[in-house]
T-cell receptor, first 112, second 112 residues
Framework: QQQVKQSPQSLIVQKGGIPIINCAYE??????FPWYQQFPGKGPALLIA?????SEKKEGRFTISFNKSAKQFSLHIMDSQPGDSATYFC???????????FGTGTQLKVEL | DSGVTQTPKHLITATGQRVTLRCSPR?????VYWYQQSLDQGLQFLIQ???????AKGNILERFSAQQFPDLHSELNLSSLELGDSALYFC???????????FGQGTRLTVV
């Protein structure tokens, strides 16, 4: 049973645009929600993470919005650049980094 | 560079064989996680060790086993390999049992 649903599967935006990737979870025991960025041939790299006691977190150009009642969270990338072209994964776990359940990934392409 | 080192980077082996994947965690990290990434299953948690002890188990097959040694490096052993075991295998590490996890570059296993 897939516990974290991610959409869209792929996304193309123009340079400077704001791609938004959405995730929804089912398990209300999840209390840690990270986003990972993965380039071809590389391992996932932690971008930003949020816990359910806040509704928004910003780190540089990356923002997580969190809606606990809807069991949804999303990643916004401000002023996107071609170098942001990668696959993005949302994930969730209970009690910190233990046993991450990943979404299916979103392939982002930022065009000039 | 996450600081997590995995060897080998690539491995090609025949069905029925046994292989060992190695992971050196970031300096100071006590937790090691193993994940499998395949096109059909996505990123799936396999197993976690903390300071030498198994702490959590995911969708790990009985043909697979892992251990964490006193120097904190970990090995994932895959036996009786099948074509469907072809995948990227990632190791991740974290300071504690419930903190952010950082991924290595992965080992690409091809079973022929």
């Amino acid at each position: 049973q897939q516990q974290v649903k991610q959409s869209p599967q792929s996304l193309i935006v123009q340079k400077g645009g704001i791609p938004i990737i959405n995730c929804a979870y089912e398990n209300t025991a999840f209390d840690y929600f990270p986003w990972y960025q993965q380039f071809p041939g590389k391992g996932p790299a932690l971008l930003i993470a949020i816990r359910p006691d806040v509704s928004e977190k910003k780190e540089g150009r990356f923002t997580i919005s969190f809606n606990k009642s809807a069991k949804q969270f999303s990643l916004h990338i401000m002023d996107s650049q071609p170098g942001d072209s990668a696959t993005y994964f949302c994930a969730a776990s209970m009690r910190g980094g233990n046993k991450l359940t990943f979404g299916t990934g979103t392939q982002l392409k930022v065009e000039l | 560079d996450s600081g997590v080192t995995q060897t080998p980077k690539h491995l090609i082996t025949a069905t029925g064989q046994r292989v060992t994947l190695r992971c050196s965690p970031r300096s100071g990290d006590l937790s090691v996680y193993w994940y499998q990434q395949s096109l059909d299953q996505g990123l799936q948690f396999l197993i976690q060790y903390y300071n030498g002890e198994e702490r959590a188990k995911g969708n790990i097959l009985e043909r697979f086993s892992a251990q964490q040694f006193p120097d904190l490096h970990s090995e994932l052993n895959l036996s009786s390999l099948e074509l469907g075991d072809s995948a990227l295998y990632f190791c991740a590490s974290s300071v504690g049992r419930h903190t952010e996890a950082f991924f290595g570059q992965g080992t690409r296993l091809t079973v022929v």
